[in-house]
């Protein structure tokens, strides 16, 4: 059974920097797409960092370039989001979802992605 579980979200001040954990069971990440989204009341959730399945192509939002980055541990079977310098802005309930379909696919419409996990809070905030 897929299963995502998300973890290392918190408070932290503007210019701080998180780690974001994406475990999944039951998949293998060469064949799934792997994202990491953000969601705010009244907002649709956002695609903000994918990493491909077979070729491990990253595909980043551009108000996150520079800033954010996305890796995995195939070993682990974990995607990592290295988040650098966050701002307020950046404050959110983050989600990974996993999808067969393309990263640029899942972005454009994030209601079509299957597989989600349950997110985890990031505020911040001075």
């Known amino acids: 059974q897929l299963q995502l579980v998300e973890a290392g979200g918190d408070s932290v001040q503007p210019g701080g920097s998180l780690r974001l954990a994406c475990v999944a069971s039951g998949i293998s990440l060469d064949y799934y797409v792997i994202g990491w989204f953000r969601q705010v009341p009244g907002q649709e959730r956002e695609g903000l960092s994918c990493?491909?399945?077979?070729?491990?192509?990253?595909l980043h939002k551009e108000s996150v370039k520079g800033r954010f980055t996305i890796s995995r541990d195939k070993g682990k079977n974990t995607v990592y989001l290295q988040m650098n310098n966050l701002k307020p802005e950046d404050t959110g309930v983050y989600y990974c979802?996993?999808?067969?379909?393309?990263?640029?696919?899942?972005?454009?419409?994030?209601?079509?992605?299957?597989?989600w996990g349950r997110g985890t809070q990031v505020t911040v905030s001075s």
């Open positions: 979802g996993a999808d067969i379909r393309l990263c640029e696919v899942i972005f454009e419409d994030t209601t079509i992605v299957e597989n």
């Open positions: 990493i491909s399945g077979h070729s491990g192509k990253t």
